[in-house]
């Protein structure tokens, strides 16, 4: 199984209830994750950062080429390391190179839905239709990729969207950064159902890092089925819709008076 899929499914499990008498164990402490969005060479500085910030990286694809590791860069082992593939990028045998993801477009390469090994993450815009987010999330994808690009994160529009493609998709929502959030805004994101976000590792990391200690720094509500919605990671969950209610004619509208025989 794929360790970022496997990151996930902790986020929404809840600790297993134990027999009569027994201790109950604390639950382990669910934060938002933090993946580093890597491109080109990284400095000695932003490793040492990426190692200690990231929960995952994403290597991106160089203008259309495979995607391959840098070659001054050694793999983190501890965190889950995937491709991100931007469009029009070939999609490569992995070699020996442990590709635990791939992030896409709905452009992408349609192989990536069939690898059982290897968690499909999808990229999505702000606005795209509810029947195309429950097509998307029916093929297979593990979770959805929201770019903040047209995002208003700073007023409730953006938890709106946010929380509309939740629950549209039933999948986890991974939130691709174009600027700095704060603690407060985390945690409301969070309550929206965001499960990650996605920030580029570029200079000494400084964004990176500011991201990782505002994830820190956010409070952390339980999560509950109202406040999450239902979640299915490695297959989607189909949402019934309720048929739509008809009318009940009340008694005797219908009961035409009868003429008076005695006339």
């Known amino acids: 199984m794929s360790k970022l899929v496997d990151l996930l499914q902790k986020l929404h499990k809840s600790p297993a209830p134990l027999g009569f008498g027994l201790a109950q164990t604390a639950p382990a402490l669910k934060r938002m994750l933090v993946i580093a969005r890597l491109s080109g060479e990284p400095g ?35 965190i889950p390391t995937g ?10 045998s992995r070699g020996d190179t442990a590709w635990d993801f791939v992030a896409c477009g709905p452009d992408g390469p349609m192989d990536v839905l069939a690898w059982k090994d290897m968690a499909c993450l999808i990229r999505v815009a702000s606005g795209m239709e509810g029947s195309r987010l429950r097509a998307i999330a029916d093929l297979g ?29 039933g999948k986890p929502v991974l939130l691709q950064m174009t600027s700095a959030l704060t603690p407060l805004q985390v945690a409301v994101l969070w309550k929206a159902g965001v ?12 964004v990176l890092a500011q991201a990782r200690a505002a994830v820190e720094k956010a409070s952390y509500d339980m999560r509950n089925g109202g406040a999450s919605g239902p979640v299915s990671i490695g297959a989607h969950l189909a949402q019934t819709e309720e048929a739509p209610v008809e009318e009940r004619e009340e008694e005797g509208d219908d009961d035409e008076e009868e003429p008076d025989e005695d006339e």
């Not at 994808?141 to 007023?155: C, I, M, N, P, T």
């Open 195 to 206: 499960d990650g976000i996605i920030v580029d590792a570029a200079g000494e990391g400084e």
């Open 141 to 169: 994808a593990d979770a959805v990729v929201l770019s903040s690009e047209d995002l208003e994160l700073g007023r409730i529009l953006g938890a709106v969207e946010c929380r509309r493609v939740r629950l549209t998709s």
């Open 44 to 78: 000695e500085r932003l490793v040492t950062v990426i190692s200690s910030s990231a929960d995952a990286l994403a290597l991106v694809s160089p203008g259309g080429l495979p995607v391959e590791a840098p070659a001054s860069f050694a793999l983190p082992t501890a």
């Open 83 to 92: 491709m991100w593939l931007d469009a029009g990028s070939p999609l490569v």
